[in-house]
């Protein structure tokens, strides 16, 4: 969600750009005493987060897989809260190739893509990422969070208004803020409120939107904006990293000026991040985008392992397990267009409680609280893969069946059927 910034901005009634977005409150904080000492001030930040069921902190997960052991207290789970949507971080072809990778390169690219850190794994990447995306180049970046992060402000100049939906992901956020480009925040897939903004704006503009919501797991109207951007000359940047199961943008996109943003560790099991565009755009980002260019290069390992995941993903091995991966989806939440469940339960506390219920029975599934997701839908994200077998699965809807009643949303809110 966007926060308060002074950049960031929403349209008021008028239909011009008037306000700033309210921010999300991490939580009640306590505050520090006028004249304290910075331990003070972090101590009173720590008190409040804690105070406000919004403390978090890791669990070291002990898997190659679903299912481990958390190592903190030994319990053994199946976890369902991974983006790792088709198994591809244990593929024996996707491990081979980042060991092969390994021996030939060492660990690490050394320095960034413009000074020495380019290898010939990268381009073979670039090259496979374009084609697969039907794009005539693709630029790799460090992650997905930096991929956008280096387009958003490659392309965000000043006289430019970014137009973005206010459930994007935070790489969003956080790339429009780097920006230079006025902001301008749209109500969530509400193609009328876009329409204004793009009508309204004073130069050109660029929209920006997740094609599948990372916590909603719903999806984007992309026809609609896309004849949006068409009738605007807007540029179009399509945010895919979650979009396993489609849909296919390809047909809405046409003659669209549009740069396609994706990640390598989600359904292609690795590390990294990519922006694939015709070559003038590509050859920009090259010159322009600070997370490009000031950064050192993916390892050849990881840049390998997408390199294997690609061919896996095009080949008929691939379909097989996108179709196992929507079949899992159909058993879950029928009709769901993605790998992503919300089961949302109103307050932070309730979640953190369904979580915890969840987790005795086996399954482990987060909780998900602000400022992830907005004020009052603190909720549990079921995160589905392939890699899940049959009785995983089962287990899950008998875990969820067995909390559900107890932990019904508190707001009013309808979370999406699991069955």
């Excluded at 809260?81 to 021996?103: I, M, Q, R, W």
């Excluded at 509400?190 to 939107?209: C, E, F, K, R, Y």
């Excluded at 991040?273 to 950064?295: D, H, K």
């Excluded at 559900?404 to 949303?409: L, T």
Aim: charged share 20%; proline share 7%.
């Amino acid at each position: 969600m966007i926060g308060d910034d002074a950049v960031v901005r929403a349209p008021g009634a008028s239909g011009q750009v008037t306000g700033a977005m309210p921010m999300l409150s991490a939580t009640p904080t306590t505050t520090a005493p006028t004249g304290s000492t910075w331990s003070d001030r972090v101590a009173a930040a720590n008190t409040g987060l804690a105070a406000g069921a919004r403390w978090r902190r890791p669990l070291t997960f002990d898997a190659r897989g679903p299912a481990g052991v958390l190592t903190e207290d030994g319990d053994e789970v199946v976890a369902f809260a991974s983006n790792d949507y088709l198994g591809l971080t244990s593929h024996p072809a996707v491990v081979a190739a980042a060991h092969e990778a390994l021996d030939r390169w060492g660990t690490g690219s050394g320095a960034s893509r413009l000074v020495t850190g380019s290898r010939p794994v990268h381009d073979a990447l670039e090259g496979a990422l374009a084609a697969h995306m039907g794009t005539e180049r693709a630029v790799v970046f460090p992650t997905g969070f930096a991929a956008n992060l280096g387009v958003l402000s490659a392309f965000g100049q000043p006289g430019v208004r970014i137009c973005s939906d206010e459930l994007n992901h935070a790489s969003i956020v956080d790339g429009a803020r780097l920006a230079r480009a006025e902001v301008a925040v749209y109500r969530h897939r509400d193609t009328d409120h876009l329409a204004t903004l793009l009508a309204t704006s004073p130069g050109p503009a660029i929209v920006v939107t997740d094609l599948v919501f990372s916590m909603d797991g719903d999806v984007a109207p992309l026809p609609d904006i896309a004849e949006l951007c068409r009738r605007h000359g807007a540029l179009l940047l399509l945010d895919e990293a979650h979009a396993v199961l489609g849909p296919d943008p390809a047909p809405h996109l046409g003659d669209l000026d549009v740069i396609r943003v994706g990640t390598l560790s989600k359904t292609l099991g690795s590390l990294g991040g990519f922006a694939a565009a015709t070559r003038p755009f590509a050859e920009l980002l090259v010159n322009r985008a600070r997370s490009y260019i000031f950064t050192t290069a993916p390892s050849p390992a990881d840049a390998a392992a997408a390199l294997a995941s690609l061919g896996v993903l095009d080949s008929a091995e691939g379909d097989a397990l996108r179709a196992r991966l929507a079949a899992h989806v159909a058993r879950v939440a029928p009709g769901h267009p993605s790998p992503i469940v919300p089961v949302v339960l109103g307050s932070d506390e309730r979640a953190l409680a369904a979580s915890a219920a969840l987790r005795a029975r086996g399954a482990w599934v987060p909780a998900i609280r602000p400022p992830t997701v907005p004020e009052g839908t603190a909720r549990l994200r079921v995160s589905l893969s392939a890699a899940h077998s049959d009785a995983q699965v089962t287990l899950l809807l008998d875990a969820l069946a067995e909390v559900r009643a107890a932990f019904a949303p508190d707001d009013g809110r309808r979370p999406v059927t699991v069955r």
